[in-house]
């Protein structure tokens, strides 16, 4: 089985100043771990994804992530917010247990960028 | 390239009528997902195909839905008789292998009501 809790539904951050999102997982193989983002009246766009390689990931638009297996965390940050980050953001998991993948979401978490 | 797209974008149907989702996938990916998100809730898989074949249907929620991928390229889904719950945004996702650590493409959604 597997999981994801996004801890924040909502995240409001003032531009210029960093972004933490927090997301953590269960799964019971090791899993693979994606950020996705969602802009309004788009598709779900790749952010960056660990794939059991370098626990720190980096991914687009400054952004990046850590892959903590003690912790089973998958934290979304980034240094300095930008007004164009504002959207959604979805913590998702697919476990490596081998055959085709299986994913599952979070409820998201809602990035508000204050002028 | 051309990125997933679905039609319609949006649609307003009543309670007991058909509705028909299209979603055209990233050209020479064999991998095509459907996914759907109730209001206030969590992307949820509905269904994966592997060119015309259904891998896993495990997520669709009953036999009001049916999904087609006729020659392994666009896909439909089908919801007849539509009831009020299956409101939400009906999304469509493509990948080339399918792969525990593959990257999905979302399109934008169609966002359906039913009234």
């Known amino acids: 089985a597997q999981s994801v809790t996004q801890l924040d539904s909502h995240v409001s951050v003032s531009e210029g100043t960093p972004v933490l999102l927090r997301c953590n997982y269960s799964s019971s193989y090791s899993p693979s771990l994606f950020w996705y983002v969602q802009h309004p009246n788009k598709g779900l766009q790749l952010l960056l994804k660990y794939t059991s390689a370098a626990t720190l990931v980096k991914g687009i638009n400054g952004f990046e992530a850590e892959f903590k297996k003690s912790e089973t965390s998958f934290h979304l940050t980034k240094p300095s917010a930008h007004m164009s980050d504002a959207a959604e953001y979805f913590c998702v998991v697919s476990p490596n247990s081998g055959g085709y993948q299986k994913v599952t979401f979070g409820t998201g978490t809602k990035l508000q960028v204050i002028p | 390239e051309a990125g997933v797209t679905q039609f319609p974008s949006h649609s307003v149907i009543e309670k007991g009528q058909t509705v028909t989702l299209r979603c055209d996938p990233i050209s020479g990916h064999d991998n095509l997902y459907w996914y759907r998100r109730v209001m206030g809730k969590e992307i949820k898989f509905l269904l994966h195909?592997?060119?015309?074949?259904?891998?896993?249907e495990s997520g669709m929620p009953n036999n009001r839905f049916l999904a087609e991928r006729t020659g392994g390229t666009y896909s439909t889904l089908k919801v007849q008789p539509a009831e009020l719950e299956d409101s939400g945004v009906y999304f469509c996702a493509s990948s080339q292998t399918g792969g525990v650590t593959d990257t999905q493409y979302f399109g934008p959604g169609t966002r359906l009501t039913v009234l």
């Open positions: 195909f592997v060119k015309e074949s259904k891998q896993d």
